[in-house]
């Protein structure tokens, strides 16, 4: 056997090229093949919206059929239409606007919640019993909830966490929180859950589609619409296995 060192083996991936041997190669090219799961949910006519928001419209304003250069649409739509995030000033009057929202809590190492088995509500003692790892920062939340996006009309009888739970993630220092529906709160009880969380700068994202996902840890790509001063922004969402 030769005592020369052996030369890294030159590997290209979607974050550009590297120089990798042995497992760190394998894992390179594992990255590489691993589909993103877009989890946004379509934004289109007729689409679900929250009750009291605006519905979503898109329309032709231009066409090169009519004569036109070019098609050319117009889009009539809420801040909370579809994915989005919400932003503090959405229930903290004063708060920050949606440009404000800390990129780095929408990127990076997730875990999808099995709560599932969760009743009404998301308690503090459910997440106790949810087996969530500990120092994950972005939990993102399966709910029975999830099957409503298979329904034409808005459903209020989603699942989501209470005023405890809303307290328990801060006091574990989640930055970020996902559902699988349109809202991070109660239908019934929409303020405490959005104060307690915004009131301590975590992020809500809220309208996943977690329906092809199944729970875990993933690896989350989230970036919402720069718009100053709304209290809320649509967003294209995306998960990937993490290995």
Known sequence: ??????????????????Y??????RTLLLRCVL??????VPLRNDMQTFTGNAQFHIER????AGGDVCNLSTMQLGAHSGTHVDAPIHFIEGGAGAE????DALMGPA????ASTAGARITADDLERFAIPTGVTRLLFRTPAVRFWDEPDFDKA??????????????????????DYLSVAPFDAPKPTHQILLGAGVVVLEGLDLRAVEPGPYELLCLPIRIVGSDGAPARALLRPRV
């Open 1 to 18: 056997m030769s005592g020369r060192a052996r030369r890294p083996r030159f590997v290209r991936t979607d974050r550009g090229p590297f």
């Open 61 to 64: 304003a231009q066409t090169i």
């Open 100 to 103: 404000a929202t800390p990129l």
């Open 35 to 40: 589909d993103w799961i877009d989890i946004s």
């Open 20 to 25: 990798a041997c042995g497992s760190l190669r």
């Open 158 to 179: 989603f699942v989501a966490p209470d005023a405890s739970a809303a307290e328990w993630l801060v006091a574990n220092r989640v930055r970020l929180v996902g559902m």
């Open 111 to 114: 875990w999808v919640v099995d």
